[in-house]
């Protein structure tokens, strides 16, 4: 709609005037559907991320969910780009404590060779069966 003489007038007074801005940029080739943009970073599934991860696809679709690793939602759910992937690993990965290496090697937490000393030791009963409690 072209302005009128006193329309533009004032645009010029307030300097509201002027070219208007470019519009935006479309990409050179639209994105149909069946087709690929490969300017866009390739994004990879849960079920390959699982793969990757020697995990369940249900899992890592819950920790998304929980926001406990980085994805993109998009229409067909979670997906996960390259850096995403490398910051999972890292959220992921256990690094062995220095100061304890060495006491790890020498003991192991889970299981002791001998009993405790010190106390008596307690000999332990089992109890009857609740089935057998309750018919007596």
Same mark, same amino acid.
């Given at each position: 709609m /072209?302005?009128?003489?006193?329309?533009?007038?004032?645009?010029?007074?307030?300097g509201?005037? *002027?070219?208007? @801005? #470019? @519009?935006?940029?479309?990409?050179? !080739? @639209?994105m149909?559907? *069946?087709?690929?943009? +490969?300017?866009?970073?390739p994004? +990879?599934? /849960?079920a390959?991320?699982?793969?990757?991860?020697?995990?369940?696809?249900?899992?890592?679709? !819950? %920790?998304?969910?929980?926001?406990?690793?980085?994805?993109?939602?998009?229409?067909? *759910?979670?997906r996960?780009?390259?850096?995403h992937v490398? !910051?999972?690993f &890292?959220i992921?990965? !256990?690094?062995?404590?220095?100061?304890?290496?060495?006491e790890?090697?020498?003991?192991s @937490?889970?299981?002791?060779s &001998?009993? #405790?000393?010190g *106390?008596?030791?307690? %000999?332990l009963?089992?109890?009857? /069966?609740?089935?057998?409690?309750s018919?007596?």
């Amino acid at each position: 709609m /072209p302005l009128t003489r006193e329309v533009a007038e004032v645009a010029d007074l307030t300097g509201r005037g *002027g070219p208007p @801005p #470019p @519009p935006a940029r479309l990409p050179e !080739e @639209p994105m149909n559907s *069946g087709q690929k943009n +490969y300017a866009l970073p390739p994004t +990879y599934s /849960p079920a390959q991320i699982a793969e990757a991860l020697d995990c369940s696809e249900r899992w890592v679709k !819950e %920790q998304a969910r929980r926001r406990r690793i980085p994805f993109i939602r998009s229409g067909s *759910g979670y997906r996960f780009t390259k850096d995403h992937v490398e !910051e999972i690993f &890292h959220i992921l990965e !256990e690094r062995p404590d220095r100061a304890n290496a060495s006491e790890a090697q020498a003991t192991s @937490p889970r299981r002791r060779s &001998h009993a #405790p000393s010190g *106390g008596p030791v307690v %000999q332990l009963r089992a109890r009857r /069966p609740r089935r057998a409690r309750s018919a007596a």
